[in-house]
């Protein structure tokens, strides 16, 4: 059984400090809710968590496969309900990968992998919204 | 209707750039897994931002109630399930209240305002686990 631990902070009006077992960040509302433009917003903190679970899945599969790739990002674009408590529930993921010698194959089976059977993140945003994932492949 | 939208690239090896509406940061994986040492953990990013979103709602809900408090923080425990994908089954959150003239009716009143009506975060967080909440008021 593993148990994460974070501990989140008042600092001072609309400012919070949080730990992450590597490191810590801070966490602030936006201006119009009186941030002072020093933290993070927290609810967009999830699609970093979803894009960097996945994206890490699909470098180690990289690293197996030993595919040459010479830049890969993961776009996200999530919609918010318009109904309180807000909550994304439409969430669009596109895999780029940018090469010379991209094995679209390989690279298309390591998305599906992270996708459908590693990626935890994905396993808790699939409980709460409909998910549509892309890949594109740049050919350089 | 409200778009959040995150791009999340790759740097090199096991680590990982992110945005955020209101800036950035780096995502890594642990040593074990061939990381640096340079970036955040992705999964437990949840937590931080489930705490992060409950606590501006009750940040912004003290200063509407003009309550006070010298000092509060969220301390969050999450069980990984054993079974892949692994993701957070169960959620302790402790809210923990410090100050010589604590509320306690009020505070009370904020977490569970947060918790059942505004936390945009925790309504996801309610779709794929159990979260136990708790409030402590540390009278000083």
Not at 42 to 71: E, I, Q
Not at 124 to 136: G, H, Q, R, S
Request: net charge negative; proline share 3%.
């Amino acid at each position: 059984m593993q148990t994460d631990h974070v501990v989140t902070t008042w600092k001072k009006n609309m400012l919070f400090h949080t730990t992450n077992p590597a490191g810590e960040l801070y966490i602030e509302t936006s201006p119009e809710h009186g941030g002072e433009g020093t933290g993070l917003r927290p609810k967009a903190l999830m699609l970093s968590s979803l894009t960097g679970c996945s994206a890490l899945d699909v470098a180690s599969l990289m690293k197996k496969m030993k595919l040459d790739v010479a830049d890969f990002n993961i776009d996200i674009k999530a919609e918010l309900t318009d109904e309180h408590p807000r909550y994304y529930h439409k969430v669009y993921m596109v895999f780029n990968f940018y090469g010379s010698a991209l094995n679209e194959a390989k690279l298309q089976k390591a998305v599906d992998l992270s996708i459908e059977k590693y990626c935890g993140v994905m396993a808790m945003f699939k409980k709460f919204a409909d998910v549509e994932v892309e890949t594109v492949f740049h050919h350089q």
